[in-house]
């Protein structure tokens, strides 16, 4: 085939192709991309998951079963997220009278 014939077939590619009317941000993209679900056996049974979820359990299947390169995969993912997210764990106990007679029922002898 020749070059001519090519860029022919290419121009009339990009002709036949809609415009857009609204640019998607790569970020976006990103975003939709993994936001996806798919479906993924966990246990024998299919489950619908988010694409992100289902790339970090198969590098988790992958890991387990000793491969090295998922493991450091898997710990750049946790470290980028950890970094990135915003939501921090906060764990609060209160002392009330239900907390104080739970913990009292705990420690009395079942045999009493």
């Known amino acids: 085939m020749s070059r001519q014939k090519s860029r022919q077939g290419s121009q009339a590619r990009r002709r036949r192709q809609k415009p857009s009317n609204r640019r998607e941000s790569t970020l976006a993209i990103l975003d939709r991309l993994l936001a996806k679900r798919v479906p993924v056996k966990?246990?024998?049974?299919?489950?619908?998951?988010?694409?992100?979820?289902?790339?970090?359990?198969?590098?988790?299947?992958?890991?387990?079963?000793?491969?090295?390169?998922?493991?450091?995969?898997?710990?750049?993912?946790?470290?980028?997220?950890?970094?990135?997210?915003?939501?921090?764990?906060?764990?609060t106990f209160v002392d009330t009278d239900y907390t104080a007679a739970f913990a009292n029922s705990l420690r009395k002898d079942p045999h009493d």
């Not at 898997?74 to 470290?79: I, N, T």
């Open 42 to 91: 966990i246990n024998g049974e299919t489950a619908m998951v988010p694409a992100a979820e289902a790339i970090v359990l198969q590098l988790l299947q992958k890991a387990l079963s000793g491969n090295g390169r998922a493991w450091r995969a898997l710990l750049r993912y946790r470290d980028f997220a950890s970094r990135r997210s915003s939501k921090k764990r906060e764990v």
